[in-house]
């Protein structure tokens, strides 16, 4: 059964860092592609970054780039999501997702991600 558990959320001051882990059980990790989404109360669920299933090739929304990096670790079936100079903005219940496709519309949008997990809550403030 495929299974998707998100960790590594928490509270956290503006500027700091925090890594979000994407464990994934009973699926081949290297055959998907895996997406960060997050969602604010009140605001639309937001693509932030994905990696892709093929060549690795990132996407990250505007909102994240130069701050998150995203990385998978097939042999140990995680994908990592680092946040570093968090914003009181990024606070939101972060999700990670599954998808066999990729593209840049696809990591916005969410479309064609057919697995998801419980996600995860970051909150940023002083």
């Known amino acids: 059964q495929l299974q998707l558990v998100e960790s590594g959320g928490g509270l956290v001051q503006p500027g700091g860092s925090l890594r979000l882990s994407c464990a994934a059980s009973?699926?081949?990790?290297?055959?998907?592609?895996i997406g960060w989404f997050r969602q604010a109360p009140g605001k639309e669920r937001e693509g932030v970054s994905c990696?892709?299933?093929?060549?690795?090739?990132?996407y990250y929304s505007d909102s994240v780039k130069g701050r998150f990096t995203i990385s998978r670790d097939n042999a140990k079936y995680t994908v990592y999501l680092q946040m570093d100079s968090l914003k009181p903005d990024d606070t939101a219940v972060y999700y990670c997702?599954?998808?066999?496709?990729?593209?840049?519309?696809?990591?916005?949008?969410?479309?064609?991600?057919?697995?998801w997990g419980q996600g995860t809550q970051v909150t940023v403030s002083s």
């Open positions: 990696i892709s299933n093929s060549d690795d090739s990132t």
């Open positions: 997702a599954l998808s066999e496709y990729y593209s840049d519309y696809l990591c916005r949008s969410g479309k064609l991600f057919d697995y």
């Open positions: 009973g699926v081949t990790l290297n055959y998907y592609t």
